[in-house]
């Protein structure tokens, strides 16, 4: 019977369904993560009775058809790049991108990568960081004598140095844009790739091409809506209910007829 084969892939979609609502429950706290949600496709019909067809020799025709489908698939895991809460953190070295773009990271691989976790840290050699160690390009330098760090809208990295009175500019942050950002490889440790999907980095400064200014002592919250994710968790759970209710009663039909005398 073709309902417990239906049926199964209802689950199986439902059940990838709950896994995405649990990732983004799961970092609802997570610096600059975006949210995904699971999108779905009909599978392949039967065509017992095709549209259109003819039913006489004078041109009458099948108004209808009699199309069974087969059930549905997990088409796409589509990422919303939509911009999270902002937090003050009052910490020199922490950014948050306000509109589109992303931090350019070097890769310990070489890879270039790309994020909206702007909690940076300095290493041992003054390098700007992220908190795994990744150096933020282009490489800016802050000495060890630095301070009253100040990085403005558009970028530019000022400290006083030593004794001076006025500041030197250390360096300019750069940020990337992509056509289709919702294309872009997720790699784990907040971090994204380059994709064919995603189209080429476009590198630039900070508030220039439509690109967001960068807010210094904040840092980007998960763009998880709390509310949303239990409500679509509600609802997955009892479209798998329902999934699972088909196949029970689609084995009942098949008990009765076997226990036809």
Do not use: C, W
Not at 101 to 121: C, K, L, M, N, S
Not at 143 to 166: F, K, M, Q
């Amino acid at each position: 019977m073709k309902a417990l084969y239906i049926a199964s892939t209802g689950m199986a979609a439902q059940e990838r369904n709950v896994e995405v609502i649990s990732n983004n429950i799961a970092n609802m706290r997570t610096t600059g993560y975006k949210k995904q949600r699971a999108e779905f496709q009909d599978l392949l019909y039967q065509q017992v009775r095709r549209a259109g067809s003819q039913t006489s020799e004078t041109g009458t025709m099948v108004p209808v058809g009699v199309e069974i489908g087969s059930g549905v698939r997990t088409a796409a895991t589509t990422r919303l790049m939509s911009t999270g809460d902002m937090i003050p953190t009052e910490k020199e070295l922490d950014l948050a991108i306000s509109g589109q773009g992303f931090f350019v990271i070097q890769h310990p691989d070489g890879r270039t990568a790309y994020t909206r976790d702007g909690a940076f840290e300095r290493d041992p050699d003054g390098q700007m960081v992220t908190v795994d160690g990744y150096q933020v390009q282009p490489g800016i330098v802050i000495p060890e004598n630095a301070r009253d760090i100040s990085i403005s809208g558009d970028g530019i990295v000022e400290a006083y140095l030593g004794t001076d009175t006025a500041p030197t500019e250390l360096g300019q942050m750069q940020i990337a844009n992509f056509v289709n950002p919702a294309g872009l490889q997720s790699i784990g440790n907040n971090l994204y790739l380059e994709t064919p999907a995603s189209g080429g980095a476009q590198i630039s400064v900070a508030a220039d091409d439509g690109l967001g200014s960068l807010l210094q002592g904040y840092l980007e919250l998960s763009n998880v809506n709390s509310v949303t994710e239990i409500s679509d968790l509600i609802a997955a759970q009892r479209a798998y209910e329902m999934n699972a209710r088909v196949i029970s009663g689609a084995d009942e039909m098949l008990s009765s007829v076997s226990n036809l005398r």
